[in-house]
Nanobody
Framework: QVQLVESGGGLVQAGGSLRLSCAVS????????IGWFRQAPGKEREFVAA????????AYTDSVKGRFTISRDNAKNTVALQMNSLKPEDTAAYYC????????????????????WGQGTQVTVSS
């Protein structure tokens, strides 16, 4: 059974930091590209960041470049999203997703078509 479990969300003031983690089980982790997506109330789910399955290359949406960093640990089957300089507009439910043999660039356009999804973790940034 494939499971993606997000953790690390919470309430933080603007300018603060959070580190999200996605723990993956039930699949061959090193063969999967992993992405983070977010969905704010009343809005569509949007791409945030991704890391490729093969070479660790990354992709980010423009609004988080320079503030967020995605990384993967193939030994622990986890992907982290370090979020710094948080803004109120970063408030959303954050989801990780996995897709086999997929690069970060491909994940950035796949959106909801990714194979596996976690249940999400809430991030709230107060002004």
């Amino acid at each position: 059974q494939v499971q993606l479990v997000e953790s690390g969300g919470g309430l933080v003031q603007a300018g603060g930091s959070l580190r999200l983690s996605c723990a993956v089980s039930g699949l061959s982790f090193r063969w999967y590209g992993i992405g983070w997506f977010r969905q704010a109330p009343g809005k569509e789910r949007e791409f945030v960041a991704a890391v490729s399955w093969n070479d660790g290359s990354t992709a980010y949406t423009d609004s988080v470049k320079g503030r967020f960093t995605i990384s993967r640990d193939n030994a622990k089957n986890t992907v982290a999203l370090q979020m710094n300089s948080l803004k109120p507009e970063d408030t959303a439910a954050y989801y990780c997703a996995a897709n086999s043999f997929t690069t970060a660039q491909r994940l950035s356009v796949m959106g909801i078509q990714a194979e596996y999804w976690g249940q999400g973790t809430q991030v709230t940034v107060s002004s």
